[in-house]
């Protein structure tokens, strides 16, 4: 079993930047592809971001290619997203994911939620006009 634990939303301007951070426990926070989704009130949870297992593969939704990144730190059982030029629409609470399996599938990304074994709880970004 695996926890996620969210943090480092919380209210900007636009423009502004933020870094999340997703705390795992566990002994083999290297042995799975993370992922961040979001999800805004009254919408479906989304894709944003994914990082393969040695950190050496990413893909990004193309709503925040060249805005966010996401990276890992292995040592630390840490995966991060750090998010500039926000802009209002990015409003929405912010998931990480873990999964089992590899990053790309040899077809696709793994950007489908159903494809993840264990969430974080979520932290809040809004995003002032």
């Known amino acids: 079993q695996v926890q996620l634990v969210e943090s480092g939303g919380g209210l900007v301007q636009a423009g502004g930047s933020l870094r999340l951070s997703c705390a795992t426990s566990?002994?083999?926070?290297?042995?799975?592809?993370m992922g961040w989704f979001r999800q805004a009130p009254g919408k479906e949870r989304e894709f944003v971001a994914v990082?393969?297992?040695?950190?050496?593969?990413?893909y990004y939704a193309d709503s925040v290619k060249g805005r966010f990144t996401i990276s890992r730190d292995n040592a630390k059982n840490t995966v991060y997203l750090q998010m500039n030029s926000l802009k209002p629409e990015d409003t929405a609470v912010y998931y990480c994911a873990a999964r089992v399996g590899p990053a790309y599938s040899g077809t696709d990304y793994s950007t489908r939620a159903p494809r993840y074994d264990y969430w974080g709880q979520g932290t809040q970004v809004t995003v002032s006009s």
């Open positions: 566990g002994r083999t926070f290297g042995s799975y592809t």
């Open positions: 990082i393969s297992r040695a950190g050496s593969n990413t």
